[in-house]
């Protein structure tokens, strides 16, 4: 007969935390969100510290490059999805690691002939409002100048001139050689009243861009998420079916951790893909999932993963568990696999960081999470509310609402990750709707981070290892959880003083 797991699935809904003393040193500004991305010896840092302990899900709804590039400015982790070819995920890839570095490599190039309506097009779809003007329009060709957004205006001047006749010369413009530092080039752009520095080599070929605002996003983001080469650090989801040709092309664009996105990764085919990749490309943290209990973590530990996703059929557009009986309460989960992950550290010791995926409906379920043993959390409905993530905003009677879809939709088309057997998905484990819109990322999880903070302080911590090791919680019953609301009448529009 089938094996009962005596232990009652729960989930984040049926626990609260118990305040801790707080002492004098704990304040919501000394609490420290450091955390653990990738496996370390005990005592030692990790190889990649999140500075804040917020990943995006592997999802085409959610992690784009531009959502990537707001997360990591605020330390946190995105994972391209995988489910589009493999050229296209690189070039992702590429332009999150090209958006900001100090010295940029840039992705804005025209020659002196192209016409000023193929500029505003390749501004309009980089972002960008500055094109470097290269004799053959690449990113390393010779530089013959620079124009701007400020050099044109597609009414006023004819989109058919050539981009020659607006552009500001090389020689008049301030230049840097090859071996000048970034702390020398951000003194040139204040001391000489620059917006950009263009860097050459001795043939006069362009190197990098040196931007006044990359200075100023410094000061704004003093938490971002850096490799050694001051670039954004972005992550790429892989599955088991094309890890051959993916890996090496996302290492190409400069990856720098994968993740194994499967619905269940407890079998043998993650396990083999694992160590493939392990063993042909050691030196890229790549993670594994998803799990939710302590010997599938074990299983993909001992096969090399370098972080463990938990979480099967909790999230918000997941039907998984309606569909095929299969998954557990997101708090169970979390509490069994942090148990084995403490105990594989204690055998072998080595730590092996976990992740919470899914089942994350409130803030403060992410302290919740946390406290229970992850080491990050990851999340989709929370990120697709955003400007920054795929999903279309559009207009309700109610108020804006964004697109939001499965994996495991008809409409992700993601038939790989869940191995129902054929070419297409034979059942659907996700659904297409729609969250409400959030606005800007920056703002919406400064809001989430400000709780945890507060919330870490109420519980005596300043440090998520500290709050993993002496949080307390309580089981909830229903009664209780309905007093844990506001119960009054609520006014429909705010006092104002007088």
């Known amino acids: 007969m089938a094996q009962i797991i005596a232990e009652v699935s729960r989930t984040f809904n049926e626990f609260l935390l118990l305040p801790n003393r707080t002492r004098t040193d704990c304040s919501a500004s000394t609490v420290d969100l450091r955390t653990s991305l990738v496996r370390h010896p005990v005592g030692e840092e990790s190889a990649i510290e ?13 992690s784009t490059p531009d959502l990537a590039i707001a997360l990591a400015r605020n330390g946190g982790l995105s994972f391209l999805h995988h489910n589009q070819p493999v050229e296209e995920q690189a070039a992702a890839v590429r332009r999150v690691k090209n958006f900001k570095a100090g010295f940029v490599t840039s992705d804005t190039n025209v020659r002196p002939d192209d016409g000023l309506g193929l500029l505003a097009e390749v501004m309009r779809r980089t972002g960008h409002s500055t094109a470097a003007v290269t004799d053959d329009g690449t990113a390393n060709g010779r530089l013959l100048g620079l124009v701007t957004s400020r050099d044109f205006h ?50 006069g070929r362009l190197q990098h861009l040196v931007f006044r605002s990359d200075y100023a996003d410094n000061k704004r983001f003093p938490n ?48 083999q893909a694992l160590t493939w990749v392990k063993k042909h490309y050691p030196e890229i943290p790549t993670g594994g999932g998803n799990v939710v209990d302590g010997e599938a973590f074990t299983f993909l530990a001992e096969a090399g993963a370098d972080f463990v996703k ?31 992950r403490d105990a594989f550290c204690e055998r072998t010791g080595e730590y092996v960081p976990i992740c919470s995926d899914g089942g994350l409906v409130h803030d403060y379920h992410v302290a919740l999470a946390l406290a229970m043993g992850a080491d990050f959390v990851m999340m989709g409905r929370y990120f697709a509310r955003f400007d920054q993530a795929a999903g279309a905003k559009l207009p309700t009677r109610d108020g804006f ?39 800007d990322l ?6 989430t981070t400000a709780k945890l903070r507060t919330t870490m302080v109420s519980c005596g911590s300043t440090t998520l290892p500290e709050f993993r090791s002496t949080a307390r919680m309580t089981l909830v019953s229903d009664q209780s959880f309905q007093e844990s609301h506001a119960n009054v009448t609520l006014r429909e529009a705010p006092t104002t003083a007088s």
Not at 156 to 181: Q, W
Not at 238 to 252: F, G, K, M, Q, S
Request: aromatic content about 6%; charged content about 25%; glycine content about 14%.
């Open 50 to 62: 999140l500075r804040s302990p917020f990943t995006s899900a592997i999802m085409q709804a959610v």
């Open 154 to 203: 597609p009414q006023r001047h004819g989109l058919d001139g050539p981009v020659s006749g607006r552009m500001t010369a090389v020689a008049d413009l301030a230049l840097a050689g090859p071996d000048i530092t970034l702390s020398d080039a951000n003194a040139r752009l204040w001391d000489e009243r620059l917006d950009c520095l263009p860097v050459l080599d001795a043939e």
């Open 224 to 271: 971002q998420l850096v490799d050694a080469a001051k670039r954004l650090r972005v992550g790429a989801g892989i599955n088991t079916h094309d890890y051959r040709e993916r890996v090496p092309a996302l290492l190409e664009a400069g990856a720098d951790a994968l993740c194994f996105d499967s619905s269940d990764g407890y079998s043998d085919w993650q396990a």
């Open 310 to 340: 938990v979480g099967v059929g909790g999230g918000s557009i997941c039907i998984t568990r309606d569909q095929k009986g299969i998954g557990r309460g997101q708090a169970s989960a979390v509490l069994d696999v942090a148990a084995a």
């Open 401 to 439: 609402v964004k697109e939001y879809w499965g994996e495991g939709s008809n409409r992700a088309r993601n038939w790989q990750r869940y191995g129902q057997g054929g070419q297409g998905l034979v059942f659907e484990e996700g659904v297409d709707g729609y969250v409400p819109y959030a606005g």
């Open 442 to 447: 920056d703002e919406g999880l400064a809001l």
